[in-house]
């Protein structure tokens, strides 16, 4: 079993609807939480990084944790076609200085 | 702009060929790391430097990967003897490694490698 769990999709929704992506993780370690958006042929971009439970708001974007559960959460709202990309969670135990545990992806496709 | 950079950004080797990828993080960043990507995966952790120093090189998959960092800036990825198996994109993230909670790695466009 792996440390991370994303469901990898494809998951498709029309223009305008609320995105919901999620990852399970099993390694109580891991102390912070990022979502990186990644183009096709490009590298990860970072888009929201969370260090505690609780939401985190940034413009369209929430991120949520929930360090009992384990379970990490994206929500996208009122999604654009140009959010269409890969998603990876990803998580880490000690800030900036070890390595990042990443998830499958889940592949967007926002419909216009 | 002063991001992550790699080069080259495709790569095509015949197998048995050596191959070097090279990676400029950005300035003034301490830590550096090296990831594998293989097509609809998320990345895997090959090694990790601290300025010049090696300090994790558990995610190297075999004894034909080597990495170098010799003067604690730019780094070089170099792969041995390639095989098929070798093909995915190589992807170099660099971040401050200053253990604050708002440090984390940006990640450069990565090198696609190609092992016919």
């Known amino acids: 079993q792996k440390e991370v769990e994303q469901d990898p999709g494809p998951l498709s929704v029309p223009e305008g609807a609320i995105v919901s992506l999620n990852c399970t993780y099993s390694?109580?370690?891991?102390?912070?939480f990022m979502w990186y958006r990644q183009y096709s042929r490009k590298g990860p971009e970072l888009l929201m990084y969370t260090y505690s439970s609780g939401n985190k708001e940034d413009g369209r974007f929430t991120a949520q944790v929930d360090k009992s559960s384990k379970y990490i959460s994206l929500f996208i709202r009122d999604s654009q076609p140009s959010d269409s990309a890969t998603y990876l969670c990803?998580?880490?135990?000690?800030?900036?200085?070890?390595?990042?545990?990443f998830g499958t992806g889940t592949r967007l496709t926002i419909i216009p | 702009g002063a991001g992550v950079s790699q080069s080259p950004r495709y790569k095509v080797a015949k197998r048995g060929q050596d191959v070097a990828l090279r990676c400029d993080p950005i300035s003034g960043h301490v830590s550096l790391f090296w990831y594998q990507q293989a097509l609809g995966q998320g990345p895997e952790f090959l090694t990790y430097?601290?300025?010049?120093?090696?300090?994790?090189k558990s995610g190297l998959p075999s004894d034909r990967f080597f990495a170098e960092r010799p003067e604690g800036s730019v780094s070089t990825l170099k792969i041995q003897r390639t095989q098929q198996e070798d093909s995915a994109v190589y992807l170099c993230?660099?971040?401050?490694?200053?253990?604050?909670?708002?440090?984390?790695?940006?990640f450069g466009p990565g090198t696609r490698l190609t092992v016919l």
């Open positions: 430097f601290q300025n010049e120093a090696q300090l994790d």
């Open positions: 993230a660099s971040s401050l490694g200053s253990g604050s909670f708002t440090d984390t790695q940006y």
């Open positions: 990803a998580m880490g135990a000690d800030f900036g200085n070890e390595k990042l545990t």
């Open positions: 390694n109580s370690a891991f102390q912070y």
